[in-house]
Nanobody, 124 residues
Framework: VQLQASGGGLVQHGGSLRLSCQVS????????IAWYREAPGKAREFVAR???????DYATSVKDRFTISRDSAKNTGDLDMNSLKSEDTAVYLC???????????????????WGQGTLVTVSS
């Protein structure tokens, strides 16, 4: 299973960006799609997550500004970011958890995969 993150770039304070995580490869199902970020000199932190049922979770710092969604038909997970602040500057990474193929139509073992990251820079 491979992930390709895209959509990062340079944006002004208060602006918007949409990140996309494209999932490819062979797998039985996806359980969760999540976004994390790594700011310079800081540890990786959770940003948002969406489950297969559509339940969402957000970090307090981005709640009401960011929206995570998924398109099962296109195998993508998107992160709409609004009202961006300088503290949102970071490399954003997508993470997908799911199940590989098992015997027949059954799900197999679990997997967790990370994308390569996309840089978001918010200028003040």
């Amino acid at each position: 299973v491979q992930l390709q993150a895209s959509g990062g770039g340079l944006v002004q304070h208060g602006g918007s960006l949409r990140l996309s995580c494209q999932v490819s490869g062979s797998y039985h199902s996806i359980t969760t799609i999540a976004w994390y970020r790594e700011a310079p000199g800081k540890a990786r932190e959770f940003v948002a997550r969406i489950s297969s049922e559509g339940h969402t979770d957000y970090a307090t710092s981005v709640k009401d500004r960011f929206t995570i969604s998924r398109d099962s038909a296109k195998n993508t997970g998107d992160l709409d970011m609004n009202s961006l602040k300088s503290e949102d500057t970071a490399v954003y990474l997508c993470n997908v958890n799911g199940r590989l193929h098992g015997k027949g139509w059954s799900p197999g073992r679990a997997f967790s995969t990370w994308g390569q990251g996309t840089l978001v820079t918010v200028s003040s």
